[in-house]
């Protein structure tokens, strides 16, 4: 069964304190599910003209808790502004958040779940990707407890303007970066991981494959190390997410 890593988070507090936060940023809040009796939701904000669709998602793995907290200060610093259209789900798990668990109550992984969707969480999170358009740029916001710095990975099969290089640049700024040749037995460089995948060769999709064969064609899942204090950690998040979100601006002009 799940090995109990991170201090409990109370998800239905950090929900709430999304949907006032969201409700000040101009937000709307989406509940599209319930797990444990805490909602499953979505914050997603429309601005007028074009604009790029960015998505941004936390908290599938119920031991990561600085991903949600990263998110939630960059919708209340402002940062999720009208430059974009914004869909944020970021609270994916709160059953696992509640117990301290990568896992969700009943021990299924949900960045796993995305092919053969057996957990009402990720079903009901696909049923709700569905309603959506597709996205210019997706962000899995994650953690790591092996890893000594912080690290990435990118989808990018049509060679479009990377945000991996500025992402890895800003987060250093804040906190170490994984150098290792070889990071969760994939090659690594400086940090960026770029996996040659087919996804049809995988029997168990995380929530990035998913997106990449259904909604989005650049997508990054973001790795902060767990080990490190929650402020460094959430500084580092913050800082890749901003310089991701400049290179999806600039690729629009
Ligand atoms: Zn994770």
Same mark, same amino acid.
């Given at each position: 069964?799940?090995?109990?890593?991170?201090?409990?988070?109370?998800?239905?507090a950090?929900?709430s304190r999304f949907?006032?936060?969201?409700?000040?940023?101009?937000?709307?809040?989406?509940?599209?599910?319930?797990?444990?009796?805490c909602p499953?939701?979505?914050? %997603?904000?429309?601005?007028?003209?074009?604009?790029p669709?960015?998505?941004?998602?936390?908290?599938?793995?119920?031991?990561?808790?600085?991903p949600?907290?990263?998110?939630?200060?960059?919708?209340?610093?402002?940062d999720?502004d009208g430059?974009?259209?914004?869909?944020?789900c970021?609270?994916?798990?709160?059953?696992?958040?509640?117990r301290?668990?990568?896992e969700?109550a009943?021990?299924?992984?949900?960045?796993?779940?995305?092919r053969?969707?057996?957990?009402?969480?990720v079903?009901?999170?696909?049923?709700?990707l569905?309603?959506?358009?597709?996205?210019?740029?997706?962000?899995?916001v994650?953690?790591?407890?092996e890893?000594?710095g912080f690290?990435l990975y990118?989808?990018?099969?049509?060679?479009r303007?990377?945000?991996?290089?500025?992402m890895?640049?800003?987060?250093?700024?804040?906190?170490?970066i994984?150098?290792s040749?070889?990071?969760?037995?994939r090659?690594?460089?400086?940090?960026?991981?770029?996996p040659h995948?087919?996804?049809?060769?995988?029997?168990?999709?995380?929530?990035?494959?998913?997106?990449q064969?259904?909604h989005?064609?650049?997508?990054?899942?973001i790795?902060s190390?767990?080990?490190?204090?929650?402020? %460094?950690?959430?500084?580092?998040?913050?800082a890749?997410?901003?310089?991701a979100?400049?290179?999806?601006m600039?690729?629009?002009?």
């Open positions: 069964m799940s090995a109990v890593k991170a201090a409990p988070v109370d998800p239905a950090l929900a949907q006032s936060a969201g409700a000040k940023a101009g937000f709307r809040y989406e509940v599209f599910g319930m797990a444990g009796g499953l939701f979505a914050l %997603t904000k429309r601005t007028a003209g074009i604009r669709r960015i998505y941004l998602s936390s908290g599938i793995h119920g031991d990561e808790p600085a949600p907290l990263a998110l939630l200060s960059l919708i209340e610093s402002g999720l430059r974009a259209t914004w869909f944020l970021p609270l994916l798990n709160p059953d696992g958040l509640a301290g668990t990568r969700n009943t021990g299924i992984d949900l960045n796993r779940d995305y053969h969707l057996e957990s009402p969480e079903k009901a999170h696909v049923a709700w569905g309603r959506q358009p597709n996205f210019d740029m997706a962000i899995c994650h953690e790591d407890w890893s000594t690290y990118e989808l990018n099969p049509d060679k303007a990377s945000a991996a290089n500025p890895i640049a800003a987060a250093s700024k804040a906190c170490p994984d150098m040749p070889l990071i969760e037995g090659e690594a460089k400086g940090g960026i991981i770029r995948l087919n996804p049809l060769e995988r029997e168990k999709w995380p929530e990035s494959i998913y997106l064969v259904h989005t064609r650049l997508s990054y899942t790795e190390p767990s080990a490190l204090p929650m402020e %460094t950690r959430i500084s580092a998040l913050r890749a997410l901003r310089a979100i400049g290179v999806a600039r690729g629009r002009n």
